[in-house]
């Protein structure tokens, strides 16, 4: 047998399996839809919420403070004596902590926001795998929607139709729904949003003490 016959055999071999196996079956996800849709994103999302909201009470307490120390310094110390110096440095130093405070308390918070949305995504493709493997679906495309809004510039609307994954697919190879369903019905049943980032609470989060 000749090296030519060799590789048609083995082409006609490939075929016959992939024939044998039948055709790919192919499906698609509205990522962004999805995460919408889905009760932890939610959740999560209200909760860092509320933790930005009681920062914001702290920041402006703090401030109130400190502004209420300047007035402090200036009605009952005289310029150019120690204790008009020893308070002003006081004062400096607590401005120094709030704007440190702040800034901490905001990177931890957005980090673990950071940290909470990956989390989803990686529910997400766990619910997209179960779903798929159900459904005997071999690949499952991201394909996204267009905006409904068309942005001012050229270049917004190139970068948008270059994103898109998926030019045309037919409503009955959308799994979106089914995935939310998935989504929404394993989050309920965990009873909480287990395995997330937990935002920092209120009792966690500490405050410079009064001078």
Known sequence: MTLVTLSMAAALMTVGQQASQGPTKIAVVNIP????RYQRTRDLEAQFEQNRVKLNQEREALQERIERAGRSLQEEFKPGTQEFEDRRKQLAMLEAELQWFVESESQKIEAGLAASLQSIYLDIQAAVREVAQEHMIDVVLAADRLPT??????????????LQKVVYWSPRVDL??????RLNANHEASGSATGAVRPP??????????R
């Not at 839809?33 to 919408?36: M, N, V």
């Not at 942005?151 to 917004?156: E, I, L, M």
């Not at 609470?201 to 009064?210: A, C, K, T």
């Open 33 to 36: 839809t999805i995460s919408e």
């Open 201 to 210: 609470s209120p009792e966690e989060v500490e405050v410079p003490p009064d």
């Open 176 to 181: 979106t729904d089914v995935v939310v369903a």
């Open 149 to 162: 809004n068309t942005p001012a510039s050229t270049t917004q609307v190139r970068q948008q139709i270059v």
